[in-house]
T-cell receptor
Framework: EPEVTQTPSHQVTQMGQEVILRCVPISNHLYFYWYRQILGQKVEFLVSFYNNEISEKSEIFDDQFSVERPDGSNFTLKIRSTKLEDSAMYFC?????????????FGNGTRLTVT | AQKITQTQPGMFVQEKEAVTLDCTYDTSDPSYGLFWYKQPSSGEMIFLIYQGSYDQQNATEGRYSLNFQKARKSANLVISASQLGDSAMYFCAMRESFYNFNKFYFGSGTKLNVKP
């Protein structure tokens, strides 16, 4: 069964550094998302992406963050100048359509640790 | 106002018994989807079951069923014949269709522990 693939599974970085989290969504899906989950807390929406542009972003998704779909298969989340509070599990998800019936298919997540 | 409310932070159930995890939601959109996800300790998010707002019957998927009460805006997950492997965090989520199709709203989750 096709799945969403995220790399790396765990990333450790120093405060102030830039990180790029990578995702390969399911190939025929059209909607892409990034969510994050601070340890033990709820899953928070960051951004959605459709037709090569951001559809919507949350208050969390400020100028520190950016997304890109550079080559038609990868979907990346860049976090500039990382802070301690950016430590979280970051989930990429994709969906075949934007309709209410479509579930999000999640990757296994990247655990980001900022030291 | 919270879009999705899960009032049970933790639940215990005896192996082989049934358990109900509560979820209420808030939307004015007539068309929406309700979802349940399982998150084991390994961290991945696993889609379990879906219920559409116009579906007349409650959704079922194997041992999972969704008790959908539209007037009460509740979408409780029922797990029958609990197994040790069901121990995990469970999230209820909603996707609104017309006005905010981009976003899934997640509840705060319920941690289920299945006792042998």
């Amino acid at each position: 069964e096709p799945e969403v693939t995220q790399t790396p599974s765990h990333q450790v970085t120093q405060m102030g550094q830039e990180v790029i989290l990578r995702c390969v969504p399911i190939s025929n899906h059209l909607y892409f998302y990034w969510y994050r989950q601070i340890l033990g807390q709820k899953v928070e929406f960051l951004v959605s992406f459709y037709n090569n542009e951001i559809s919507e972003k949350s208050e969390i998704f400020d100028d520190q963050f950016s997304v890109e779909r550079p080559d038609g298969s990868n979907f990346t989340l860049k976090i500039r100048s990382t802070k301690l509070e950016d430590s979280a599990m970051y989930f990429c998800a994709s969906s075949p359509t934007g309709e209410g019936a479509s579930p999000l298919h999640f990757g296994n997540g990247t655990r980001l640790t900022v030291t | 106002a919270q879009k999705i409310t899960q009032t049970q932070p933790g639940m215990f159930v005896q192996e082989k018994e049934a358990v109900t995890l509560d979820c209420t939601y808030d939307t004015s959109d007539p068309s929406y989807g309700l979802f349940w996800y399982k998150q084991p300790s390994s961290g991945e998010m696993i889609f379990l079951i879906y219920q559409g707002s116009y579906d007349q019957q409650n959704a079922t998927e194997g041992r999972y069923s969704l008790n959908f009460q539209k007037a009460r805006k509740s979408a409780n997950l029922v797990i029958s014949a609990s197994q040790l492997g069901d121990s995990a965090m469970y999230f209820c989520a909603m996707r609104e269709s017309f006005y905010n199709f981009n976003k899934f709203y997640f509840g705060s989750g319920t941690k289920l522990n299945v006792k042998p």
